[in-house]
């Protein structure tokens, strides 16, 4: 007697039929469902050293422009305290340069690496977006079409 093996495809599955794809090829909500859970698990796993690289690139030329910022007239509250525009321009050098040092890094869904400012503390966070997205036109993390630019899952704070 002969051993073989049969493979009938995937039960339910009908023949030239895609399960993640739409015929046009653009993904069904299973596949971009999909996509975003491997884009997760790739941010968690690649968000700290992606951070640190851009991070220590950058650090020379955040110095001199914090040395800039801080002897500009009002960069200083009366309390001596940092005022909120010194630090959304500190907050959007920082992530214009760090995203400048990770634009070739795209997950597996295939958007890139992008640093997005963080709103009322000093920082940037990572975030994920599509191909050639112009980043100037993020306002406080919503899109100028009003969808949310990035989720809490698919960012990491530096």
Known sequence: MENSLY???????????????????SLT????ARLS????????????KITEKAT???S?????????????????NKNGKLSAK?????????????????????SPSGQVVKFVAKRSEIGVMMALADQGYNMDQLKNGVWTSGK????????DKV
Request: charged letters at 30%; proline letters at 1%.
């Open 86 to 106: 010194t630090i959304n321009a500190y907050n959007q050098r920082m992530a214009q340069l760090m995203t400048e040092q990770v634009s070739n890094i795209s």
């Open 7 to 25: 493979h009938h495809g995937i039960l339910g599955q009908k023949w030239g039929v895609r399960r993640y794809q739409n015929e046009d090829g």
């Open 60 to 76: 020379k030329d955040m110095k001199k422009y914090q040395k800039e910022l801080l002897n500009q007239p009002g960069a200083v």
């Open 148 to 155: 949310i630019a990035y989720k809490s899952t698919v960012l």
């Open 37 to 48: 859970k491997k884009d997760e698990k790739w941010v968690k796993k690649n968000s700290d």
């Open 56 to 58: 220590k690139k950058v």
């Open 29 to 32: 909500e299973a596949g971009r």
